[in-house]
């Protein structure tokens, strides 16, 4: 464990260019920039809790650059994982964001299928007095759970009222249906 948290804030380099201090950190510490795996699917949430970026920090993207890239996306193209419009496009393999406005900043891979299997993070930028602003709409939307969405039509309301939880018979209905899709998404709800 001391090893571990010895190297891992061994990735927080302190840039002191210019008279201008930000810190640089290097997103999922030891992980690179890559699909999640099954143990840690949620490496990039639990990474971006641990940190507390001021404004004027960077954040730093460590990966093969013929296999993936990083999208800085709006609130709506990161819950959509929509990567046709990017805010900005780093594909370098080895690629600094500057946090310089305040608010929450959304970043996804570009790899196709990358950012569906949760490969995207964001990160809460505080004012330069340390207040953080309020989420906007748009934030609050964008992390708002959407398993209905893709679950098949009608489905859920067939067999559950809204926003009541299904019950295992259901569950049980589900899976006796053979829909792993439909399974998945009530799991979700849950
Ligand atoms: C981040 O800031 C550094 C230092 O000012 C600058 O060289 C670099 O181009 C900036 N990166 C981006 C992606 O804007
Ligand atoms: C920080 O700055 C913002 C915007 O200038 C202001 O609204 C807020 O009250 C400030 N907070 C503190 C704790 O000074």
Redesign the pocket.
Known sequence: MRARAALASAAVLL?L??G?AGAMYKVGDLDAWGVPPPSKPDVYKSWAKSVHFALGD?IWFLYPPSQDSVLQVTPEAFAACDLANPV?K?ADGN????L?TPGRAYYTSGAPGHCRKGQKLWVDVPMANGTYLQPSASDLAALAPTPAAEAPEGFLQASAPAGAHPSAAELRAVAGAGSVVAAVALALLL
């Open positions: 840039l260019a210019g201008c960077s900005l780093l690629s600094v964001f500057n310089t």
